[in-house]
Every structure is written in structure tokens, then in C-alpha cells.
């Protein structure tokens, strides 16, 4: 399975698609999607190979929780594509090279892993919060409504 | 502009495209692009509102780079949002309520930026590492290849 993931890797990174990153999901011994890096091909900063891989898988089970799945994928992670197995919740992740030797190949993985681990104010992109109140009336109204489908 | 955002959110919550989360990315003054959370209607994990108007605003300005875009969202970024946005790179960011606010209403993007800060072996969603000289491999030939595009 990652050596199919780093297969993908390679193709896309060769045909142009974008970074050298592939991942593969799998249910029950077979893989159920496939996803390379296509963010530079389709202008698309969220088409990483896992979050490719988590649509198509998603799409496939017609859910959007892949319970009973493993994951694949040619890097560890970067915290976008971490914060979306998060909420899909695959049973198992493996990875192959690290944060670390995708920083030394050019990717912001590593810059970005800390500046999330710091207070908001302290980051290099630090956000302003803008009223409040009418955001926090919009979880009441939420947590009351009582068709509210969880994820 | 992040009244906008807001309105978008509770119209999604009202018809049920997914949870009370809106977005709306602007450039020059005028909005660009929209988006709300449609995780449950489509299927799709990473649909929150932020990756939504990230893929539109891309999309309409043919571009993986959101230079001289401001965004506006109802809600915090969760990480994989927040990393979604440092990966578009847009110029500034706002937001309503924060994490805290979404922890309340049951959302779990306070867990998942803890999880994130702390070495992976520690984590409740530990991964493990297969290959990785493989996956090295990889990132030398993307280096050594001259047509490259960076993102």
C-alpha cells in the first residue's frame, strides 16, 4: 500500500500534477481512492494528496467517516491534511518521510506545524476577531436546532 | 463583511448543507467567493467553510495564491482550515467567535489543535512511519527536477 502511494507520488509529480506526494486509502486489504498532489495543476491550495484521497474515499462510501479505513500517504502529514483525517477518522494513518525531510525538499509543513502550536497573537499571520457575540448566538441557535446532523 | 460570513453560516445550519460555519473571501472591498459548511449534506470531511471559498476564490481568480485577499469567517479556522490558509496565502483573516466557542457546541477543533501540538507518538491518533527512504528519495528527484512548479 505505500509503496502504491509513493507510486502515485512519483506519476503525479512527473505528469505535473504538482509536489511529489501520493496517498492511498484502504478497507478490508483494498484500496478503496487514490490521491495524488494536484494543487499547481488545478489552482486548487487544498488538493494534497491525502485531502484527494479522503474526498474520493468519502465519495465512495457515500459517508463522511471512514471508519474501518487506512491511510497511506508518501509524507507525514502537514496540518491541513492532519486536521482533515482528524475529522474523516480513518482507523490508522502510516507515512512514509517526515515534516522535517519535507521542509529540507521546500514545503512550509514544518512552519506551519509551529506557528499552529502558538498563541494566535504571536503568530507571523496573526488573525483579528470581529464580532463575537453574533458568531457565538449562531452555536446557541445550533445546539438547539433539533435536526442538527453531528460530524 | 463578517456579517456576510454569518448570514452565510446560519443560512447553511437553516437548510441543512452542514454546521453553522460561513466564509467569505474579499479582495479590493468586493467579495469573490463564498462559502459555508457542507460536510454532511455532501459527504465530504474537508468541506468547511473556509476550504469552500478557498477552492472558489481560486478558482475564480485562476490562481493557487490568494495574494491580496482578505478572509472572513464565522468561526476560528479549525487546523485544517488554518492550514488550508496558510497554503493560500491570503493577506489577512478574521474571524468571529474562536475555538472555545466551537468546543462548547460540541465541535472538535480545540482537541484537534492540542492533538497537533504534541509530538505524534502522544497523540490518541498516533502514525506510524513506513519507508521513509523511499519517500526521501522522492523529494531529491523533486528538487533535481528542473521544470518544478513551487507552491
Not at 58 to 73: A, E, I, M, P, R
Not at 92 to 97: G, I, P, S, T
Not at 125 to 132: D, E, G, K, Y
Request: hydrophobic share 40%; aromatic share 8%.
Amino acid at each position: 500500500m505505500m509503496r502504491r502511494a509513493i507510486e502515485l507520488a512519483r506519476n503525479g509529480m512527473d505528469s505535473g500534477d504538482g509536489g511529489p506526494f501520493g496517498c492511498v486509502i484502504a478497507r478490508g486489504g483494498e484500496i478503496i481512492a487514490e490521491g495524488n498532489n494536484r494543487v499547481t495543476s488545478t489552482n486548487d491550495p487544498t488538493a494534497h494528496a491525502e485531502v484527494v484521497a479522503i474526498r474520493e474515499a468519502c465519495k465512495v462510501l457515500n459517508s463522511f467517516q471512514l471508519d474501518g479505513c487506512t491511510l497511506y500517504t508518501s509524507c507525514e502529514p502537514c496540518p491541513m491534511c492532519l486536521g482533515a483525517i482528524y475529522w474523516a477518522r480513518p482507523d490508522k494513518v502510516y507515512f512514509a518521510c517526515n515534516r522535517d525531510d519535507a521542509a529540507l525538499a521546500g514545503f512550509d509543513d514544518a512552519l506551519i506545524y509551529d506557528e499552529l502550536a502558538i498563541p494566535n497573537e504571536q503568530r507571523q499571520r496573526a488573525m483579528i476577531s470581529l464580532l463575537r457575540d453574533e458568531g457565538v448566538a449562531l452555536f446557541q441557535d445550533w445546539i438547539a436546532k433539533p435536526d442538527r446532523v453531528e460530524y
